[in-house]
């Protein structure tokens, strides 16, 4: 048998093992050392001199040395820390009355509370398994369809490994040599697109057949009005902002009432008064941070010092050398390239505003941002106006509600995105401070304890050693693959088929696809992902765009039988009588949403690569 037809065997071997049900890590070093050295074997050589005990070191220390992995633990960390802390309770609670009159409101809270809370802990199987506990049962008690209760916490659960912050996006990143800031920046919309067709989906069904989602009985949908706040507003004005302001000024006859037998202080006063400003500051703290990163941002710093100037006048260059990434695919050492000019970009590199192409927003605001900017405020401004004239009690207490429960971890989520985003931290710093940012939260909510913090560290531990472990048998896979000569025999095969870029974009995702019933996206990313990489060159296709297709795609990893994990998590903390065939019914149809997203952002890329080109340029 020849090299390229082992290296196929190799690929047809790696598939059969994983479904029988072998740890997918051990099976890539276990076929990759065993072809590999029939690949090194020469007749009369010692076989402990074969060279695949040099290759097997080389790769090993290769990916365990690379700097993109070093995220993952404190990601993964952050994650189970707000797991283990239920902090989604009140969150819940606070959306479902956020949401109350909304057709299907329990739907579309527990979709909102999916996507926020996969945000944050980027845990796909923790956020099923908890949103099966806390909105499951909820809403088969209030008649929803089995098929679109379990079908929305599936769906919604695996959100969290498509929008940053994401292990799945670290782990391509290594593989595919692609900044991590990047592929963030990529994925942003597109996440929250898919996750906006899902919420039409399950409005538009509750539109059209109201037998699945009846209206909640009053008794549910009724907010609970502190009985001071009543009586402040009888005392004041029924608006609540008017109310709490006059509090403010003239606290008399606020501070004659009582809350649980005790007088209101004026503290209490002017939290509550905190809580009603709460959207008028995030709207001017929003348009403050747009103008200033727009338009004052970009403003030059202080002249260079003279010797620089000289130098960049006489044509020298002052752009420091970036440190770049090396792809766990390929079948040569690093000292091997160190004469070809490298491209690609370490993720979260401190020094993006260095690239030689300037970033669309380093020219300063194009001339039609102011318009739009003052169109935007003028908008958000008669939005927050009617808001504040229509608020009364029960407004007010939903807002405390949310503000409490959504807000700090939204602020964490928002800092760790933005320190990435804007590159003021790399990845892995701000996955600290996100790691360190949940433990703050928690321990403020008083629900994490010794026992659950021992348990986050050890299933932290346990994810970072399986991934650690496939990127070691993935290097190794890969390299031996390569030198077998499987890669360049594929890569003939694609290329002898003449496709057009669209062609070979559809094959590949197709593929994919179609990998994604039988294998989870772990093994998809590691072992075929590395595969098409590669092709993108010779048709032309951004890796960045390819990528985020990917992302995309590999939510119906989690969504298609018979392996659909989503699936399973839930059917262990179902009712009995809900079957998994019932599960499975209720996850098709976002199978089909999550085609209808990838043909829109293939459509329209500017959906997928406007925010990282506007950011970091081309």
Known sequence: MSDPALGLLMLVLIVVVIMLGFPTAFTLMGLGMFFGFFAYYRAGESWADNHIFDLMVQRTYGAMTNDVLISIPLFVLMGYVMERGALVDKMFYSIQLAFRRV????????????????????????????????????????????????????????????????????????????????????????????????????????????????????????????????????????????????????????????????????????????????????????????????????????????????????????????????????????????????????????????????????????????????????????????????????????????????????????????????????????????????????????????????????????TTSMVCWLFVGSALFSAVFAILGGQALLESWVLSLNLTPVQFMILSQAIIFILGWPLEWTEIIVIFVPIFLPMLKHFGIDPILWGVLVFVNLQAAFLSPPVAMSAFYLKGVAPSHVTLNQIFSGMMPYMLIVIICMVLMYIWPGLTLWLPNYLYGN
């Open 103 to 462: 057709p299907a409101s329990l739907a579309v809270a527990t979709l909102i509370v999916c996507t926020f809370w996969g945000i944050a802990s980027g845990l796909v199987g923790a956020v099923v398994v908890l949103m099966g506990v806390i909105a499951f049962n909820p809403m088969l008690k209030a008649g929803y369809d089995v098929k679109l209760a379990s079908g929305v916490i599936t769906a919604g659960g695996t959100l969290g490994i498509l929008i940053p912050p994401s292990v799945m996006i670290i782990v391509y990143a290594a593989v595919a040599g692609q900044s991590v800031v990047k592929l963030y920046a990529a994925a942003m919309f597109p996440g929250f697109f898919l996750a906006f067709l899902y919420l039409v989906y399950i409005i538009g069904w509750a539109l059209i057949n109201p037998k699945i989602a009846p209206k909640l009985p009053e008794s549910e949908t009724r907010v609970p009005v502190r009985p001071w706040i009543a009586d402040l507003q009888q005392a004041y004005s029924h608006q609540m902002l008017p109310a709490l302001l006059t509090a403010a000024v003239a606290p008399s006859r606020a501070m004659a009432l009582t809350m649980d037998g005790a007088r209101i202080t004026y503290t209490t006063i002017l939290k509550n008064l905190g809580f009603a400003l709460v959207p008028l500051v995030l709207a001017l703290t929003t348009l403050w941070a747009a103008w200033w990163y727009v338009v004052i941002h970009p403003q030059p710093d202080a002249p260079a010092p003279a010797a620089i100037t000289e130098r960049v006048q006489s044509g020298g260059t002052v752009a420091p050398e970036e440190e770049k990434l090396e792809e766990l695919g390929s079948a040569q050492s690093g000292s091997a390239k160190e004469s070809e000019p490298e491209v690609l970009q370490q993720m979260g590199n401190a020094d993006l505003q260095n690239s030689p192409t300037n970033a669309p927003v380093d020219a300063g605001p194009p001339p039609e941002f102011y318009t739009y900017f003052s169109f935007t405020a003028a908008i958000i401004a008669l939005m927050l106006f009617y808001y504040y004239w229509t608020m009364g009690a029960a407004q007010f207490e939903v807002l405390r509600l949310l503000t409490s429960s959504v807000m700090p971890l939204g602020i964490l989520t928002a800092i760790v995105l933005a320190v990435i985003l804007l590159g003021i931290t790399t990845a892995t710093e701000s996955a600290a401070v996100g790691a360190a940012g949940a433990f703050l939260l928690a321990f403020q909510a008083r629900t994490l304890d010794w026992k659950r913090t021992k348990e986050a560290v050890f299933l932290t531990a346990k």
